[in-house]
């Protein structure tokens, strides 16, 4: 994540550009359209924790106005415990960003590669190591959006491995906003690949599609990939990013469009997983817990279903629609 128009600096901060402007002077104001939106989502976070984690983050309203250009940077950047999710699937990064791993049978798919070569040296490739997988053999480098925190360690894999780095048109073009006062990052990559909706990229044994999803930033890309859960291959994906900014009507039907397109690419893919970049705001560190002591025949918990996956994308797209049906009652009174 990284300060920009789009508005996403941290999960607080997320939260509340998402919210911000349902209050008038310190008071939750609420249009009756907005309020029957934001009664739904609330029904539908009760599907799961990871629900209820990312209607915590982009729905509630009692998540007071952080000021993004105070250069507070208060993230928690420890480590987190790096995971084996399912057969072919792993899980690196810190509390506050992941990168996702896909061991196909000739390599590496990398989803990904978080905020700087320092944070690849010191984190990264030694959980990396922890698990088995040798980042020389990365094929392929997906970054989802050009903040940062998804692209800082880009150009430090692609040197080491030689893979390819796709991003968005959009977001290769994208400015590089103005740092925080604790610069985290490192240099945005040089442009290489541009990602396009519907795109096919395939390793070894496993193929991914890449759809464009802007919103969080004009160019997100967010990822259907194939995951094996005991030999099973099973469909998950990926929302490639979060926040959206609030006061901007634009932004938010940008953002609502993208959650159309997935919610029906995703049907139609039986998306049956939910993954997310940022693990604080769907309970990923809590079920990677799970996951490290399931026992035989349990249910991995990253598995929700179809239905819960559609659930989940429905509760986003009323949390976007409260917004707008509230900017829209502040324009007629
Ligand atoms: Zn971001």
């Avoid at 976070?45 to 990871?50: E, H, K, L, P, V």
Wanted: glycine fraction near 10%; hydrophobic fraction near 40%.
């Amino acid at each position: 994540m990284q300060i920009n128009r789009f508005g996403m600096i941290g999960l607080a901060v997320s939260a509340s550009f998402l919210c911000t402007g349902l209050f008038a002077q310190g008071q939750p104001k609420v249009s009756a359209a907005a309020q029957r939106y934001l009664d739904e989502a609330k029904g539908l976070s009760q599907i799961g924790g990871y629900a209820a984690a990312m209607h915590r983050g982009v729905c509630s309203l009692a998540v007071r106005q952080q000021d993004p250009n105070s250069g507070i940077d208060t993230k928690d950047r420890s480590a987190i415990e790096p995971t084996q999710v399912f057969d072919n699937l792993y899980n690196v990064g810190d509390r506050d960003v992941g990168m996702w791993l896909i061991n196909t049978s000739i390599g590496i798919i990398m989803i990904d590669a978080n905020n700087s070569d320092d944070n690849a040296r010191q984190v990264l490739l030694p959980q990396m190591q922890k698990l088995g997988l040798d980042p020389a053999q990365t094929k392929v480098i997906i970054v989802t959006h050009g903040h940062g925190d998804h692209y800082g360690a880009a150009e430090f894999f692609r040197k080491m491995s030689g893979a390819p780095i796709y991003m968005s048109k959009a977001d290769w073009e994208m400015p590089v906003a103005p740092r925080t006062k604790t610069p985290y990052w490192s240099p945005k990559p040089k442009p290489d690949v541009i990602a396009t909706d519907g795109q096919k990229i395939t390793v070894g044994d496993a193929t991914v599609t890449l759809y464009l999803t802007p919103g969080h930033t004009p160019g997100t890309v967010s990822v259907i990939l194939p995951v094996k859960d005991h030999g099973v291959t099973r469909m998950a994906a990926l929302w490639g990013g979060t926040g959206a900014d609030s006061s901007n009507p634009n932004a938010l039907k940008l953002y609502s469009g993208s959650l159309k397109h997935f919610t029906a690419v995703t049907k139609a893919a039986n998306v049956e997983i939910e993954l997310l970049a940022h693990p604080g705001l769907d309970d990923t560190i809590k079920r990677e817990d799970a996951v490290r002591a399931l026992k035989p025949g349990q249910q991995n918990p990253f598995l929700i279903g179809s239905e819960n996956y559609q659930k989940y994308l429905t509760m986003m797209q009323d949390c976007i629609q409260a917004r707008l049906a509230n900017l829209e009652g502040q324009r007629t009174p």
